[in-house]
């Protein structure tokens, strides 16, 4: 896969003196991968406590860590926490101590800014990873290849060739990898229950859905600040081109209110470089729920079009780049449409007014309707669905919770419900629709290739460059 062309100003942030005098040093610091555990201890039994639990390490303990942890704290006996920022390692560090010691678990929690340190500790037979976007693939790559298994946050991947990556190692390696996409099993399990109506037939074969995702945040122009001490702004940076640090307001609603505007915490989704926006934020979510109902979420599945009907940007484009690197980067409002060679079509909106619709999925189907929210579930054949239907949709058991059905695999070995290679393809839909957003164009897909048709330099956005010292390797 070829790399993205560059613009001039990444040209110069990727070869800034602080990129080089810093990249070698994390060089020099790192733990080299091949310290890490062979693969003959990859296909070893799940390490257990003397309490009978997996043991597990955290990587990335920002703000998404809280739900995670509140989901396997019950589960688990920790070993390890690892995150850039000192306040966040420090608070988890604690918490996962106190999690042990509450469940008289007799094990030590270390605290690391490396995450290959985690992945070095023959201990460990698992992972949690709620770092920002940009760093879940290349730390769950490694993390299988150390004989991890892997419960990562979608979105999985920043770009498509990166889930190409993934499946390539999970085959490898046969891990236990659950996506953080809970809407398969959490939310009292509304979704799941619009999937089992629409493949019991409940509404006749699908011929349109709808997926409502939000607005994606805005911002002024955010002022270079001075990196605070507890954070290694060049780890946290990792693949991507060395930026500044900015640092502005606090939103007064929407996203991060707690949290003030910047390239980092909570506002990384809102930046091309780290993330999607809300495409592969909730889109994450709901095209994922969306290609299950449709049963098109498997290699050469996916549609022949990406339509552009409709996208704003706040700052220019040109070329699928944008020169303007102290505000926010990432589509606001959209409305993009995936079209298949029968007819069947998908159409990914920020919002719906004139249907007066808010964040959900709509089906339609040739003999009714259901939407689903988080909230909500309402629709024809929704009323009949019973526990045991669910659970053949499910292929499992129904457990408690999305964290509890990847403990229980961890146990049985088999695979979750959020597997890697149906993210990926719904992540594929997410990146193809940036893709068309950031050159302002529709696509041509070709599902069983896998590529683009008749445009070169939209289809060379399936993979991007990544800064020295942080390549993706397989």
């Given at each position: 896969?070829?790399?993205?062309?560059?613009?001039?100003?990444?040209?110069?942030?990727?070869?800034?003196?602080?990129?080089?005098?810093?990249?070698?040093?994390?060089?020099?610091?790192?733990?080299?991968?091949?310290?890490?555990?062979?693969?003959?201890?990859?296909?070893?039994?799940?390490?257990?406590?003397?309490?009978?639990?997996?043991?597990?390490?955290?990587?990335?303990?920002?703000?998404?860590?809280?739900?995670?942890?509140?989901?396997?704290?019950?589960?688990?006996?920790?070993?390890?926490?690892?995150?850039?920022?000192?306040?966040?390692?420090?608070?988890?560090?604690?918490?996962?101590?106190?999690?042990?010691?509450?469940?008289?678990?007799?094990?030590?929690?270390?605290?690391?800014?490396?995450?290959?340190?985690?992945?070095?500790?023959?201990?460990?037979?698992?992972?949690?990873?709620?770092?920002?976007?940009?760093?879940?693939?290349?730390?769950?790559?490694?993390?299988?290849?150390?004989g991890k298994d892997v419960y990562c946050e979608k979105p999985l991947t920043l770009t498509i060739e990166e889930g190409r990556q993934i499946l390539k190692v999970l085959k490898e390696t046969g891990r236990v990898f659950q996506v953080g996409t809970q809407q398969r099993t959490d939310f009292e399990r509304r979704f799941?229950?619009?999937?089992?109506?629409?493949?019991?037939?409940?509404?006749?074969?699908?011929?349109?859905?709808?997926?409502?995702?939000?607005?994606?945040?805005?911002?002024?122009?955010?002022?270079?600040?001075?990196?605070?001490?507890?954070?290694?702004?060049?780890?946290?940076?990792?693949?991507?081109?060395?930026?500044?640090?900015?640092?502005?307001?606090?939103?007064?609603?929407?996203?991060?209110t707690n949290t003030p505007r910047g390239r980092a915490h909570q506002h990384f989704r809102w930046w091309y470089e780290y993330s999607g926006g809300k495409m592969t934020d909730w889109g994450a979510h709901h095209i994922d729920i969306a290609m299950w109902a449709l049963k098109r979420n498997k290699a050469g599945q996916g549609p022949n079009e990406i339509k552009l009907i409709h996208g704003h940007h706040t700052v220019p484009y040109e070329n699928g780049f944008t020169t303007v690197t102290n505000m926010f980067n990432v589509a606001d409002t959209f409305h993009v449409q995936c079209i298949w060679?029968?007819?069947?079509?998908?159409?990914?909106?920020?919002?719906?007014?004139?249907?007066?619709?808010?964040?959900?999925?709509?089906?339609?189907?040739?003999?009714?309707?259901?939407?689903?929210?988080?909230?909500?579930?309402?629709?024809?054949?929704?009323?009949?669905?019973?526990?045991?239907?669910?659970?053949k949709v499910y292929g499992a058991p129904l457990p408690e919770t999305h964290m509890k059905n990847f403990f229980d695999c961890l146990a049985s070995r088999a695979t979750p419900i959020s597997d890697v290679e149906t993210h990926h393809y719904a992540m594929t839909i997410c990146h193809l629709a940036n893709i068309a957003l950031r050159f302002d164009r529709s696509l041509k897909w070709d599902p069983q290739a896998e590529q683009i048709v008749g445009d070169p330099d939209a289809n060379a956005f399936q993979s991007r460059q990544q800064r020295p010292g942080y390549e993706i390797t397989t």
């Open positions: 896969m070829s790399h993205l062309p560059v613009s001039s100003d990444q040209v110069t942030a990727h070869q800034s003196r602080r990129d080089f005098i810093k990249t070698s040093s994390v060089a020099a610091a790192a733990v080299s991968v091949a310290t890490l555990p062979s693969l003959s201890s990859a296909k070893a039994a799940t390490i257990m406590s003397a309490k009978d639990k997996p043991v597990v390490g955290l990587i990335g303990t920002g703000g998404r860590m809280g739900g995670l942890f509140g989901g396997a704290k019950n589960l688990a006996a920790f070993a390890a926490v690892c995150d850039v920022d000192a306040k966040h390692r420090n608070e988890y560090l604690k918490k996962a101590q106190d999690s042990n010691d509450e469940h008289k678990i007799d094990r030590k929690v270390e605290a690391y800014e490396d995450y290959e340190k985690v992945l070095a500790d023959p201990q460990i037979a698992a992972v949690i990873i709620g770092t920002p976007d940009h760093w879940h693939s290349k730390i769950a790559i490694e993390a299988m290849k150390a799941l229950k619009a999937v089992t109506a629409i493949h019991s037939g409940a509404i006749g074969n699908l011929k349109k859905v709808t997926c409502v995702i939000g607005f994606g945040e805005t911002s002024s122009e955010l002022p270079v600040v001075d990196v605070p001490s507890n954070l290694n702004w060049e780890k946290w940076l990792g693949q991507a081109p060395y930026q500044e640090y900015l640092l502005g307001e606090k939103p007064k609603s929407g996203y991060g060679d029968d007819g069947v079509t998908m159409d990914i909106r920020s919002d719906w007014e004139e249907e007066k619709i808010g964040n959900g999925i709509r089906f339609e189907g040739e003999k009714g309707t259901i939407f689903v929210s988080r909230n909500t579930v309402k629709g024809d054949g929704i009323d009949a669905v019973t526990e045991e239907d669910m659970a």
